[in-house]
Nanobody, 119 residues
Framework: QVQLVESGGGLVQAGGSLRLSCAAS????????MGWFRQAPGKEREFVAR????????YYADSVEGRFTISIENAKNTVYLQMNTMKPEDTALYYC????????????WGQGTQVTVSS
């Protein structure tokens, strides 16, 4: 089992920055990839960014490329999402997720942290 706890959400003005954290615990040795997702009211959940647990590779959705940065601090089993130049359309509930080695889907999810960007 893997447990994920997000933190760092809040209210920020457009153009501002926010950093989300996701602390992983449990069988972290089984994790191959960590991802961030978000879900806005009335919309489906969408992919934001992902990083290999080793930190060797990252990938971003087009909507956040160049503005958001995903990183990992293995010593703390923590993944971060640095969000800069934020826009009102970034408003959503942000989730981190873990995908174990050999799995096609993310199988562990956090409870989510709310991010609101005011115009």
């Amino acid at each position: 089992q893997v447990q994920l706890v997000e933190s760092g959400g809040g209210l920020v003005q457009a153009g501002g920055s926010l950093r989300l954290s996701c602390a992983a615990s449990g069988r972290t040795g089984s994790i191959g990839t960590m991802g961030w997702f978000r879900q806005a009211p009335g919309k489906e959940r969408e992919f934001v960014a992902r990083i290999r647990w080793s930190g060797s590779s990252t990938y971003y959705a087009d909507s956040v490329e160049g503005r958001f940065t995903i990183s990992i601090e293995n010593a703390k089993n923590t993944v971060y999402l640095q969000m800069n130049t934020m826009k009102p359309e970034d408003t959503a509930l942000y989730y981190c997720a873990a995908r174990r080695f050999g799995q096609n889907d993310y199988d562990y999810w956090g409870q989510g942290t709310q991010v609101t960007v005011s115009s």
